[in-house]
Every structure is written in structure tokens, then in C-alpha cells.
């Protein structure tokens, strides 16, 4: 809390609303032991201080008071050089500095003067502190979002190039397991409205509960690394032994259709796994996203069309299935479920057992 109001004014706010609570950090400096102990720190002492003795305890003042406008641009930039991301909230033309220099720089809409707004990142329309929350909520979920579908596009993507590689190195370009036209079928019927109902997925429960990320963290991360090429590298190892399995020198058609029906059942079945890159689909569920489970339906419709009407089944060079046929395929795609629900409890275990 950064404010001009009285010392213990803003204490008593802050233990109020929960943000006080006493300090059990100690530190050598005599100087700097008596900030910590009572976790407040007014403008003229913050004065008194240089640039390096406070960014060794910016941290862990959880109040500031008496504090001028000009200071706060020494506060932002001190937690700015712990590697930390500053949000600084204002409405002077006094608090333009600390709202530029801010990674996000927050103005009030109503109160705020337009030199305050004009060097902000965001305007807060109600002047409502709850919002920031809200806003914060929604940019973690567009995040995950974007991480999830993402992943999901690069898993499915490299199981097709794993999936040909492999026929054309074991079996020769005679036995393909999917032919140009199939791969293209599913690349634009059967990929994108799943990644489509992905991003537009309800932000989970606990968004809000998760630590914020590192900074220049990107979404192939190790761990989202391991899940998507592990997987990939299963499924398409799945869908190269359906399709041997199949025998394809009997029936190529009949063959490659297996291997077809096989890889749109990981796209409906692995889809709903990618809600989460962490929690298990059994403890998130299937029913939050409808659009999710609307394109799994069309996507069940259209390969039982492709499939079985005359026309489309002679365009795309494929055969009907049997039961048997229609068991293995499903067992197949399913079992893909099964390894990324392995891959997620495997990765969750080594991050917690992990010091770091």
C-alpha cells in the first residue's frame, strides 16, 4: 500500500483488510532492522534511504506512508530491479512519472486527470480497485488459453509428421498411413474448432490462486515441452501400429481409414485433456465448455459422412469399418488419453519434489 495518509491511518487499513501482518524477516543492517520489524515506511524516511538499501528491503515494506508522488517512482523502480512486474495505480498530474515508468500503468477514469491517463497503460472506467482484479483474472485466463491451444496445435501437427515419417522410412512412399487430401481434411475441419472452443475456454477456479509467472517465460516451457512432444511421439506411434495392425497390402484404403478414424478420435478425446496442461480432466471436467463438446459432435459427424456417404468416400480414398475395426480405432485414440493423464501426474509430482 503506497499513500499519503497518516501512519498509523494506513496501518490499521491495511491490517483491516489483510494485508498487514507482522514481519519475521531480520536482516544485519541496524538501519534497515527497524523498517522490517514494523513493516511501514513513511515518505521522509524513504528519503533517507539510498536506491540500493532500498531495493534490499522494497519487498518486504507492506506500507507507505506520508508518501509524495515523486517517491513512488523510487518505489516502482526499485521493484522493478528485483524482477518484479509493477502496476502502479494514480490520478495526479504528480503520479504521471511512477504510472510511465510502471510496467502497467493504472489511472483512475473518473478522478484521474488526463495527463494521468495519457501515461497509462489502462484506465480504470468505475475507479474501482476490484476491476484491477477482474482485468488481472481475465489476462490469466487468455493466457492460458493461448498456452493451451497452442500446445494441443504442435502435439497434433508433429504426431501427423511423426505418423508419415515413420511410413515412409519402415514402408516406402507405396504405404502412407494417410494420404495429402486426409491430412488436409484434418487439418482444417477437425483441428481448428477444437483450438477455436480451446481459446475460449472459462477460466478455471483457482486462476487466481497460481503465483504469477517469470518473466520472458515462454509457453513452450520444459514441462509443456515433455507433454507435447511425448505425446505426440505416442500418438502417432499408436496410429502407425493401428494402421500395421490393419495390413495394409489386404486393404490400403481400409487401412488408412483406421488410421484416420484413430487420429480424429485423439483430436475429440485428447482436446477436453488439454483444458488443463496440470490438473487431471477427472478433477476439471468436460461439461464447463460446451463449445468444446458441440465441436466434438460435428467433428463425429462429419467423419461418419466422409466416411460412409458414397460420394465423399471415393473423393478421399476411404473404405467403412466394422465393429471390430470401429473398437480398435476408439481403444487406440483413447489410450492417448490415458498416457497424457500419466504425463501430467508424472510432471506434477516432479515439480513438487523439485526445490525449485
Not at 160 to 187: A, D, K
Request: hydrophobic share 50%.
Amino acid at each position: 500500500m503506497v499513500t499519503g495518509d497518516n501512519e498509523e491511518t494506513a496501518k490499521a487499513i491495511a491490517k483491516k483488510i489483510g494485508l498487514f501482518e507482522e514481519n519475521k524477516k531480520t536482516i544485519n543492517n541496524k538501519k534497515l532492522k527497524k523498517f522490517l520489524e514494523k513493516g511501514v515506511m513513511t515518505g521522509s524516511e524513504l528519503d533517507r534511504l539510498s536506491d540500493e538499501e532500498l531495493k534490499s528491503i522494497v519487498e518486504d515494506i507492506i506500507v507507505y506512508a506520508r508518501v509524495v508522488p515523486e517517491q513512488k517512482l523510487r518505489i516502482v523502480n526499485a521493484l522493478k530491479k528485483k524482477g518484479h512486474i509493477v502496476a502502479m495505480t494514480g490520478d495526479g498530474v504528480n503520479d504521471a512519472p511512477a504510472l510511465k515508468n510502471a510496467d502497467i500503468g493504472i489511472a483512475m477514469g473518473i478522478k484521474g486527470t488526463d495527463v494521468a491517463r495519457e501515461a497509462s497503460d489502462m484506465i480504470l472506467q468505475d475507479d474501482n480497485f476490484a476491476t484491477i482484479v477482474e482485468a488481472i483474472k481475465n489476462g490469466r485466463a487468455i493466457y492460458e488459453n493461448i498456452e493451451k491451444f497452442t500446445c494441443y496445435l504442435i502435439s497434433r501437427n508433429f504426431t501427423e509428421v511423426i505418423l508419415i515419417g515413420l511410413g515412409i522410412i519402415l514402408l516406402g512412399f507405396e504405404f502412407l498411413p494417410l494420404l495429402p487430401l486426409q491430412i488436409l481434411f484434418i487439418n482444417m475441419f477437425d483441428e481448428e474448432m477444437p483450438a477455436i472452443a480451446l481459446g475460449l475456454d472459462p477460466a478455471g477456479e483457482d486462476i487466481m490462486n497460481k503465483p504469477p509467472r517469470e518473466v520472458g517465460k515462454g509457453i513452450l516451457t520444459r514441462r509443456n515441452s515433455i507433454l507435447v512432444f511425448s505425446l505426440a511421439l505416442f500418438m502417432a506411434t499408436v496410429a502407425f501400429l493401428i494402421f500395421i495392425i490393419s495390413n495394409p497390402t489386404i486393404s490400403i484404403e481400409k487401412s488408412r481409414t483406421m488410421v484416420f478414424v484413430t487420429i480424429v478420435g485423439m483430436v475429440i478425446f485428447n482436446t477436453f485433456n488439454f483444458r488443463s496442461l496440470e490438473e487431471s480432466i477427472f478433477k476439471i471436467g468436460i461439461f464447463e465448455n460446451k463449445l468444446l463438446i458441440l465441436s466434438s459432435i460435428i467433428i463425429a459427424l462429419t467423419t461418419l459422412c466422409v466416411i460412409y456417404i458414397p460420394f465423399l468416400q471415393e473423393v478421399f480414398e476411404f473404405a467403412p469399418l466394422n465393429l471390430k475395426e470401429w473398437i480398435i480405432c476408439l481403444v487406440g485414440a483413447f489410450s492417448t488419453s490415458i498416457f497424457m493423464e500419466i504425463i501430467k501426474l508424472f510432471m506434477k509430482k516432479k515439480v513438487k519434489l523439485s526445490p525449485h
